[in-house]
Nanobody, 123 residues
Framework: QVQLVESGGGLVQAGGSLRLSCAASGRTFNTYHMAWFRQVPGKEREFVAAISWILRTYYGDSVKGRFSISRDNAMNTLYLQMNSLKPEDTAVYYC?????????????????WGQGTQVTVSS
């Protein structure tokens, strides 16, 4: 089992940057595919980015070229570097862990979730 705790959210002006972190418990972090999703009230949870256990990365179309996902397996930590932020990036950001199969972009494929961290981008 994996427990996930996000941090690093906050308020930032458009064009600014934030780095989110997700600390994972457990000794098998490096065997999970990891991902970031985001959600705004009234909308479905949206895929942001994922990184496989062999460090292959995937991005949603709306964040390509602006966001970067990475992981530090020695520190059991997942990161999301967010640059050139836009007001439409405002959401609660969640990290998630997938225990097997090909890397997925659908929330239902993920087994463990953090509690989320709020990111607000002002115009």
């Amino acid at each position: 089992q994996v427990q996930l705790v996000e941090s690093g959210g906050g308020l930032v002006q458009a064009g600014g940057s934030l780095r989110l972190s997700c600390a994972a418990s457990g000794r098998t972090f490096n065997t999970y595919h990891m991902a970031w999703f985001r959600q705004v009230p009234g909308k479905e949870r949206e895929f942001v980015a994922a990184i496989s256990w062999i460090l292959r990365t995937y991005y949603g179309d709306s964040v390509k070229g602006r966001f970067s996902i990475s992981r530090d397996n020695a520190m059991n930590t997942l990161y999301l570097q967010m640059n050139s932020l836009k007001p439409e990036d405002t959401a609660v950001y969640y990290c998630a862990a997938q225990s097997g199969g090909p890397v997925a972009s659908t929330p239902a494929s993920y087994d463990y979730w953090g509690q989320g961290t709020q990111v607000t981008v002002s115009s």
